[in-house]
């Protein structure tokens, strides 16, 4: 620093003066002094950038995180955010965990940036980065790039302005200097006091520069501990803009005047749902992160993150990425709590149920190598009807690892469709209504992977197996070690075709393909084709078809609706199956008409003896 600014910082009453705009003070090139370093400094550490959520490309934590080239997941931790999916409103703040290092003289975070169709050093610098970087150093750290014949695709090392503390400002308690970006009408009160950081240290950090000329320039924000910026407001985007367009909706068919009635009531049940969500779309996210925290492991949000690595356990290089985004556990807690991988306590294909902390989970045993994909989408991905990674374990010597799912009281939807012991426990069977709402919380988890997480990402593994349940029967998705990012040669069909046979296996509770009387191999996707094939004779052939456990209970409109559904699904042609928004909103136009409410509507007009009840459930 230079010494003339010394001699500034040892005058506390000139930054009075500036505060209050009686003196204006020289400007300081951003770009040459708030960010320099000394050559031959080595220190380097994790701070953090702050970043405005902007219309229309930057309003999902998702982008952002991409932008950044950082987990989402870090994000949504240095946020407090709650895991929830959904977009944010335009202009919320953000904190971005960035490291920071020193290159020649100035101290930046690189991140890569791949260009797009009219793409400028300029450009790209002051909108996509908010000008958390500047074009010319741009510039400078990508010499082999021509700046006005840049391609679609280049990829361009991005040097976003930051700083590390010296010691001097550690001893002093400041942690980490916050890279933010000035905005014309900012108050440096408001903004000390929402970062809480003193007026003072902002001031002499910034080399006392004039913040009224500092508009759109980047500062440094000087703080103790890592701020905690107001909730960012979200925006719930799922229904409202997913919502398919009728023309390939697909149709329900009811033959009777009070179905179609029934079915314009619930249309308009549904719209009017789809209309009130609105009323909530702005609220406010808190709930925290802290979940996946497990009494006992480390909080990682307000201090630097502590290394993870504790002594004597090895850490794979291919984990080690995901080390501070997740709950830790100890082999040795794993092994004890499952008594040494004991037969007792298995659940499915190295699947244990494993009591840690307190709380039930189910442990997988894998090998580094092998999961890297797997780990790589279960932290992209978060949704109620998706099982979760509550997180890992170390690696031990041989490389093995366990991740550590929550865990689904109910097992596995196959079970409770083709029991063989019916005798034992003939009473557990799902009910109709059941049976519904699985369908569409499968429905919902798909849609989560297809068309809100990006990339979009195919199961490739979905079935009755892989469908958990829980103690309230929520069916959650899981076993992703064969899902993959949704790239060319991967399409999202092949989940709806495994999604529309999942579904006939709820309605017939048959297996997919299994052998029949005569010993013919039956599959459910050609059958249900035959059992709707005749207008007239199909809710005869249903009544036969459909799984003999519902024992009649369930509406047989619903039934045939259901069923075309999952015809759909399962067309031959791959093109002409539904995408999962669509399916969404036929299964709960479905769900609705099997409502209380809707029961005096249809049940007199329809011939069918048909009996609703609320009262039967499984067990
Ligand atoms: C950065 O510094 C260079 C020279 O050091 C100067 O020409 C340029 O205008 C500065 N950029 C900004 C945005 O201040
Ligand atoms: C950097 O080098 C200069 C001169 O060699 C030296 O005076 C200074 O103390 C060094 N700074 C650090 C942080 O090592
Ligand atoms: C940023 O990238 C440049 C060019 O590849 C490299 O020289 C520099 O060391 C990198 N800086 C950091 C902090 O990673
Ligand atoms: C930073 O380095 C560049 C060249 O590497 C040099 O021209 C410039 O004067 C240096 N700036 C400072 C503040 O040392
Ligand atoms: C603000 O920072 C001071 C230390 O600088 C700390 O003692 C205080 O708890 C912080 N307040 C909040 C609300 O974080
Ligand atoms: C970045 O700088 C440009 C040009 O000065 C300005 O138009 C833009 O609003 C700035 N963006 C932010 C987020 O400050
Ligand atoms: C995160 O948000 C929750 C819910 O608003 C709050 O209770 C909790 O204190 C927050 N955590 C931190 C570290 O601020």
Redesign the pocket.
């Known amino acids: 620093m230079e010494p003339s600014l010394l001699s500034f910082q040892a005058l506390p009453f000139i930054f009075l003066l500036f505060h209050t705009s009686l003196v204006a003070p020289q400007t300081i090139d951003t770009n040459?002094?708030l960010f320099?370093c000394s050559a031959n400094s080595s220190s380097s550490c994790k701070t953090f950038v702050v970043y405005r959520t902007q219309s229309p490309e930057y309003l999902e934590p998702g982008d952002i995180s991409d932008l950044f080239g950082v987990s989402p997941l870090s994000i949504t931790r240095a946020n407090n955010l709650s895991s929830e999916e959904g977009a944010f409103l335009p202009d919320q703040l953000l904190l971005v965990p960035i490291s920071c290092s020193c290159t020649?003289?100035?101290s930046c975070a690189n991140t890569t940036y791949q260009i797009k169709e009219g793409d400028t050093f300029y450009l790209v610098s002051i909108y996509n980065f908010e000008n958390l970087t500047d074009y010319d150093v741009i510039m400078d750290l990508n010499p082999t790039l021509k700046p006005s014949k840049l391609k679609p695709g280049q990829e361009v090392i991005i040097p976003l302005y930051c700083k590390c503390p010296t010691n001097t400002q550690m001893d002093q308690g400041i942690n980490f200097l916050i890279t933010y970006v000035w905005q014309a009408g900012d108050e440096i009160s408001k903004l000390s006091e929402m970062m809480n950081s003193s007026t003072d240290a902002i001031a002499t950090e910034n080399n006392y520069r004039d913040f009224s000329a500092a508009a759109a320039r980047p500062i440094l924000v000087p703080v103790s501990e890592m701020p905690r910026l107001p909730p960012p407001l979200y925006t719930t985007t799922t229904a409202a803009h997913h919502k398919p367009k009728s023309n390939r909706t697909i149709i329900i068919a009811s033959s009777t005047v009070g179905a179609v009635l029934a079915l314009v009531l619930c249309s308009l049940l549904v719209l009017a749902y789809f209309k009130c969500r609105p009323k909530e779309t702005i609220i406010r996210k808190g709930s925290s992160l802290e979940a996946v925290d497990l009494p006992g492991s480390k909080k990682p949000c307000n201090d630097q993150p502590a290394s993870p690595m504790t002594k004597g356990d090895k850490l794979l290089a291919e984990i080690s990425q995901f080390i501070d985004k997740m709950a830790m556990f100890e082999n040795k807690a794993i092994l004890e709590a499952t008594m040494n991988l004991d037969e007792v306590y298995r659940i499915g294909v190295s699947v244990y149920r494993a009591t840690l902390n307190g709380r039930v989970f189910a442990v997988k045993q894998a090998k580094a190598g092998d999961v890297k994909e797997e780990l790589n989408i279960l932290q992209i991905v978060s949704h109620a009807n998706l099982i979760k990674l509550a997180g890992i374990s170390y690696t031990d010597a041989d490389g093995d690892f366990f991740l550590v799912f929550e865990f689904a009281e109910n097992g596995s939807l196959d079970n409770w469709l083709h029991s063989k012991s019916s005798s034992s426990n003939s009473a557990s069977f799902l009910s109709w209504r059941q049976r519904l709402n699985i369908a569409l919380d499968v429905a919902n988890g798909l849609q989560y992977m297809h068309e809100h997480t990006r990339p979009s990402i195919v199961h490739r593994d979905i079935r009755t197996s892989n469908i958990l349940l829980n103690a309230h029967f929520k069916a959650k998705i899981s076993n992703f070690s064969m899902a993959k990012p949704a790239t060319v040669g991967m399409t999202l069909t092949s989940d709806v075709f495994a999604f529309g046979v999942v579904l006939l296996e709820l309605l017939s509770g048959k297996k997919a393909m299994e052998a029949r009387e005569g010993g013919e191999i039956g599959m459910l996707w050609k059958e249900i084709r035959m059992v709707l094939e005749d207008e007239n004779k199909r809710k005869e052939r249903m009544r036969k078809w459909i799984d003999p456990n519902l024992e009649g209970f369930y509406p047989m409109d619903g039934a045939i609706s259901l069923a075309e559904v999952a015809r759909a699904c399962t067309a031959e042609n791959s093109s002409e199956r539904p995408r999962m928004a669509e399916i969404v909103f036929n299964l709960s136009v479905i769900a609705q008409s099997c409502t209380d409410s809707f029961e005096k509507v249809w049940m007199p007009n329809s011939e069918e003896n048909i009996q609703i009840t609320n009262s039967v459930f499984a067990r």
């Open positions: 040459t002094t320099s020649g003289n100035q």
